[in-house]
């Protein structure tokens, strides 16, 4: 941790002294139009090249800050024309003021000019600033703007890699050879004691793997769909749980609606994986719509053996919607229940 802290410290000071360095280069070539009298004392020099130099620091310094504090406040990518605007509207303002308080101040500092007598000729030389101004934000613009739209190209390659490992996961994991396991002992056990059942519980199965397979390509799926998936999900564990689990899911579904696929699924499957579900304590999960959005509730009665949380499947969730929509994956938790607010997503016809 020390060697790297000291390998930040020196990059930092190499960063400084390059900038310095890149002010007083500017600022000694500009200085004809700093000043553009005759340069007959070494005293006349030293004034003259200060006087350049704190007009070039400070024009870079808050061209830096300005441009910065923007890039936060307004996006290149959904707003180019107005984020170069307003960039060069502030640039250019500053750069004037800046400008006019350097001079002002180094014709008090040196020559006891007072403000009212000097600010004629502060005002008369701003036009330097400004096309410096204009000069640097052309270019810090420029600089700008192909920056942010080649992060947001890098982002979005990353989001949709984040896509394809989400839906991997999907097949991988969402349906977990727990769950397998467990279904097939159900199902054993149905086999000698209720035959008609044990058929259904098989059809169901069949149902579920194949949906599975059918969403693994897919961004979005139709509610409807999605609805008769987590059904059959739902019958399967409350076959297994009997008494110990209440899944209740009633909502309507509108033409031209989708979700994620197997969004459901996780939600109650998070539910179960984390809870307790008895006779004693039965599990309630319910699935109800609120405006554009599923609700998933359920009671929380946290298991006294708890399984590892990783949070991984919420996130990935979190994930796939903000590829897909503008609208956001919702968790609310409280003394008593937890809570997920899922967005359904409208197709245009």
Known sequence: ????????????????????LIILVLSTVFLPF??????????????????SFLIFLTQFLGHGYIIAFLDKKISWVKRPVFRAVIGIVCIVVYASLAFMAVDLLMNYAFFRRIPYTSFKHALDSSWVAVVIAIVI????????????WKNSEVAKEQLNTQIV??????????INPHFLFNSLNVLSDLVYED???????IRQMSDLYRYVLMVRNEDAIA?????????????????????????????????????VPMALQLLIENAVKHNEA?????????????????????????KSLKESATKKGLENLKNRYAFLSDKTLEVHKTEH???????????EA
């Open 223 to 259: 509610l409807t769909r999605e609805k008769e998936f987590a059904e059959s999900f739902a019958f399967l564990l409350q076959t297994r749980f009997e008494k110990g689990l209440d899944i209740s899911i009633d909502f309507k579904v509108e033409p031209n609606e989708e979700v």
């Open 1 to 20: 941790m020390k060697i790297s802290v000291e390998k930040f410290k020196k990059t930092l000071t190499l960063k400084n002294a390059k900038r310095f």
């Open 337 to 347: 229940t937890f809570e997920v607010i899922l967005p359904i997503l409208t197709v």
């Open 34 to 51: 700093v000043y553009n009298g005759t340069y007959d004392s070494p005293q006349k020099i030293s004034i003259v090249v200060l006087w």
């Open 195 to 201: 035959q008609d059942l044990a058929v259904k519980f």
């Open 278 to 302: 008895s006779v004693e304590n039965p599990l309630k999960v319910s699935v109800t719509r609120q405006g554009d959005f599923l609700k998933v509730t359920n009671n929380l009665q946290p």
């Open 137 to 148: 934000s052309f270019v810090l613009t420029t600089i700008g703007f192909f920056q942010a």
């Open 165 to 174: 490992t989400h839906k991997y996961n999907a097949l991988r994991d969402q």
